[in-house]
């Protein structure tokens, strides 16, 4: 056959706009459309306080959560106990800031910090053998260690009253994770410290999938494990890698939310994996894994956040948000399946 | 067995390498494998195996399905630990325990199942386990990815971009892709000097199996370019017409043994066919009378196809099927003869319709199909057949559930057993317990209770699709039996078989099958398996 330059200039088109880019410029376009929609329909919607401090806010926490499961699921795995992994991450984050407050927030603060991130990694790291190395599959564990971690907090907070960041000037000196405002674009517009956390470490994620080897041979783990492991890539660690990667970002979320509420509670973010994981599916990450990205993923995440806010704004009540957020889920997912059926054809 | 020390030269074989080797110049085997024995479960699926491969040579291995051609391949590939036998490759003895092993001393095996990364480009995948990063950054260097699959396409004179997504090409390319990259290393240890080293070999798995004819042609182009450039393969197949034109020497394997070894130039198909067979096939038929022939006529025409279609599998299938008559379809594997009957069956789509006794099927499917009394035995028994892991009695009227239960669907275990205890008895299906396991019966019981299973539908037309893979001889004789008792009853039979003298002893009427067209249709008393044979082929190849 000939090659891409000897190929006629409308195939090559054809080729650039294959059915699958379309679908995912379609998720965009949509976006995009409601967007419009919504400013129409809405004068609050198209304003700065709704759409920055309001929406990308809320959605800065699950979206660095996202950003930790779009590893996984690339390369072909599944983490069920995120929300668990949190809820442990933000007791630890608040009882080791309590124990330490009396040596005044300089200490406490970073201290806590870095144990949560290592309470996350280790979390991350016990899917990630049990998974990777041991071999059992990804739904189970992860389903498991839902139970577990949650159990875990709950024990933690004795029996599951929620944990406040008691001493107050510790509280107010660790608020600034959630309360800061950044006027990145002139006083009216401020930026809120979450959003600024997330751009973060969506840069780096996207540095690291897309620039690194580990985040190629990620997708290669997702195209094909077994060819990749026969080429000599080790795949057992870079599977693991993809959890604690994940266990990572939850911490860092419960960073977010702790500063956000000030207290941590075992009984929380209860269902919150689903969201997670549904916006990367959403945003195009197949569940086999070996393709998508970060940025399909931000897209997943904000059209279900806009859609959420939406309904909000006109009022539609939650149980109607769940029918139209769970029909966005299998509507996407069944225009994927099939586009993949078309184009073997 | 052996002391590490032998084996860890025999690892750093290929580090070391060895001079530039033309085929011409040097004829010592390159692989050398020699009284190879492998044990599963008690029985043996190599007994005592000797093969050798020299460089510049493509060496085929042929055998029937449970010869251990694949096997021995695994063996070769790190796939078993726990093999007997003396393996030399490259001049020093070898153990080969994992199949990355395998693959770090220059042993590469192209499966039929390809594995390549289909997300990936082309470059991406040549050069997968290979790439280079920065140091701090720890960036991945795209552009020496390029640079080095460049290269090596370069140097296999290869038709393909490296830029292009791998699953986008054909099936034919996508091998290409995965030859490169078993190649890779071979290639850049030794820049500037000859290639390949001694320590390479390339094994196929029956590559063209999956493959159209033109993309056959243009493999068989490159095999023969890499064994001009003195590498060393191994050619596994199943399709003997092939042989001629890719195979320098070919070694036939039967139950786990070596028959023999042949230089191409000096055998006959039909001899490598009784090779591969046993001379005792041919007397397991049933003899079939003069008499008992013209006594058993063909009834009314039950099944009528027409004009049967699927693109680019098999196109404008048409004839009609009569009660008690069997009906061969012959091709060579990949013809198409399997997806026509898949679709005669409702498994697969197609265009074209198919009448039952004058009634159109509409909306053919499996459930359809057997409700109407059509029955499949189907080729893969283990992925397509049996319900693993159940007992004979559920895999026995699996098909007619519906029959048995009784008000309000309820299903009575008794009422199961008896059912299947008598299919047991009817279909000699040893050892005769209804709650046994199916996976624990031999391949020749497991095919008897998936027959059995049509049999308690009461179909009328059944369709067999290579009933006899893998089964034993004695077992093999009994179903021969069991399908001219079929036809005799009245009803209608399908046969496809791979083994042509089953077609040509069995079949009343053949239709052949060559690159998805109905190109003949024969009368089965008229014709012999070497005639047959050079149908399927077509004659111009054949030659």
């Known amino acids: ?345 | 067995m052996y002391s590490n020390d032998r084996l860890r030269r025999a690892q750093s074989s290929r580090v070391i390498g060895t001079p530039f080797c033309n085929k011409s110049q040097n004829g010592n085997p390159v692989l050398q494998m020699q009284g190879i024995v492998k044990e599963f479960a008690g029985t043996r699926a190599l007994d005592e195996v000797d093969f050798d491969v020299r460089p510049g040579e493509v060496h085929a291995l042929i055998g029937e399905n449970g010869a251990g051609k694949s096997t021995l391949m695994n063996v070769l590939a790190g796939r078993f630990d726990d093999y007997d036998g003396l393996i030399t490759f490259d001049g020093r003895q070898v153990r080969i325990t994992s199949p990355r092993q395998a693959r770090d001393m220059g042993i590469a095996v192209i499966y039929q199942e390809l594995s390549v990364l289909p997300n990936f480009t082309v470059a991406e995948n040549i050069m997968l386990g290979d790439e280079k990063a920065g140091r701090w950054t720890r960036k991945l260097d795209r552009a020496s990815i390029n640079a080095g699959a460049r290269k090596i396409i370069e140097y296999l004179r290869f038709d393909l971009d490296p830029d292009e997504p791998v699953e986008k090409l054909s099936k034919a390319r996508q091998c290409l892709v995965e030859i490169a990259g078993a190649l890779r290393r071979n290639i850049r240890s030794r820049p500037g000097k000859g290639w390949p080293s001694r320590s390479q070999i390339l094994v196929f798995d029956e590559p063209t199996a999956s493959l159209g004819s033109e993309d056959i042609d243009k493999l068989f182009g490159v095999i023969k370019d890499l064994r001009d450039k003195g590498l060393a393969m191994v050619y596994i197949s199943h399709r003997l017409a092939e042989l001629p034109i890719i195979a320098d020497r070919v070694t036939v394997l039967r139950d786990g043994r070596t028959v023999g070894t042949r230089a191409i130039t000096d055998c006959q198909i039909s001899e490598l066919t009784r090779m591969m067979l046993g001379h005792d096939l041919a007397e397991a038929f049933p003899a079939k009378s003069p008499q008992a022939e013209k006594t058993n006529r063909p009834g009314k025409v039950i099944l009528k196809v027409d004009g049967l279609s699927r693109p680019g599998v098999f196109e404008n299938i048409s004839f009609e099927l009569r009660e008690g008559e069997i009906l061969g379809i012959a091709g060579l594997v990949g013809s198409g003869r399997s997806e026509i009957v898949r679709a005669i069956f409702g498994a697969d789509d197609a265009r074209g319709t198919v009448e039952f006794r004058g009634k159109p099927i509409i909306g053919r499917s499996p459930s359809l199909c057997c409700a109407v009394g059509i029955g499949m035995v189907p080729e893969n028994r283990k992925r397509e057949g049996n319900i693993t892991g159940r007992p004979v009695s559920e895999n026995l009227t699996i098909s007619i559930l519906e029959r048995l239960s009784g008000t309000l669907g309820f299903q009575s275990p008794r009422n199961l057993t008896a059912h299947a205890t008598r299919m047991i008895e009817q279909m000699k299906i040893d050892p005769p317990r209804p709650q046994m396991d199916i996976q624990d019966l031999s391949g020749g019981n497991q095919q008897k209770v998936i027959v059995g299973r049509w049999l308690a539908a009461e179909s009328k037309v059944i369709i067999f699709d290579e009933p006899t893979q893998g089964i034993d001889v004695g077992t093999k004789s009994q179903m021969y039996r069991l399908i001219i008792d079929l036809a005799r009853q009245g009803r209608a039979i399908i046969l496809i078989s791979s083994e042509l003298i089953e077609i040509t002893k069995l079949a009343d009427r053949i239709l052949v099958i060559r690159d998805g067209r109905l190109v003949r249709e024969m009368m089965g008393p008229e014709t012999d398996e070497d005639a047959l044979f050079a149908e399927c082929v077509g004659k111009d190849k054949s030659e």
């Not at chain 1, 410029?25 to 459309?33: D, K, M, N, P, Y």
């Not at chain 1, 699921?73 to 929300?83: C, H, K, Q, T």
């Not at chain 1, 751009?199 to 620039?211: A, E, N, P």
Request: contains cysteine; aromatic residues 8%.
């Open chain 1, 1 to 345: 056959m000939s090659n891409d330059t000897k190929k006629p200039y409308a195939q090559r088109i054809r080729d650039a706009l294959s059915f699958r880019k379309l679908q995912q410029a379609s998720i965009l376009l949509l976006l995009v459309g409601l967007c419009a929609f919504a400013s129409y329909r809405s004068p609050t919607f198209f304003t700065w306080t709704n759409l920055v401090d309001n929406l990308l806010t809320n959605a800065a926490a699950l979206g660095v959560i996202a950003i930790g499961m779009t590893f996984v699921m690339i390369a072909g795995g599944f983490d069920l106990s995120v929300a668990s992994t949190t809820v442990v991450c933000s007791v630890v984050l608040v009882l080791t800031m309590d124990a330490l407050s009396p040596y005044g927030a300089a200490v406490a603060i970073p201290a806590a910090l870095l144990l949560t991130a290592l309470v996350g990694i280790v979390l991350g790291a016990a899917n990630g053998v049990l998974i990777a190395y041991v071999g059992v599959n990804p739904f189970v564990v992860t389903l498991s260690t839902m139970l577990v971690f949650r159990g875990l907090a709950l024990i933690l907070t004795g029996g599951g009253q929620a944990k406040q960041v008691a001493d107050i000037p510790l509280r107010n000196q660790f608020n600034w994770v959630y309360d800061a405002q950044l006027p990145l674009f002139g006083q009216s517009c401020q930026v809120s410290m979450p959003i600024v956390i997330f751009l973060v470490t969506f840069c780096l994620g996207i540095y690291l999938l897309r620039f690194t080897r580990f985040g190629h041979y990620i997708f290669a783990i997702g195209g094909n494990e077994e060819a990749a492991w026969l080429a000599g890539v080790n795949t057992h660690r870079i599977k693991a890698a993809t959890y604690v990667l994940c266990g990572f970002t939850c911490a860092v979320a419960a960073a977010i939310f702790v500063a956000m509420t000030a207290t941590a509670q075992a009984e929380s973010h209860v269902g919150k994996e689903l969201v997670v994981i549904a916006s990367v599916i959403v945003g195009g990450t197949p569940l086999g894994g070996g393709s998508g990205g970060l940025t399909s993923t931000l897209i997943g995440l904000l059209l279900l956040r806009v859609i959420d806010n939406l309904l909000t704004q006109f009022s539609v009540g939650a149980e109607y948000r769940k029918v139209v957020t769970g029909m966005i889920i299998v509507i996407v997912v069944t225009i994927d399946v099939l586009a993949k059926k078309r184009s073997r054809k």
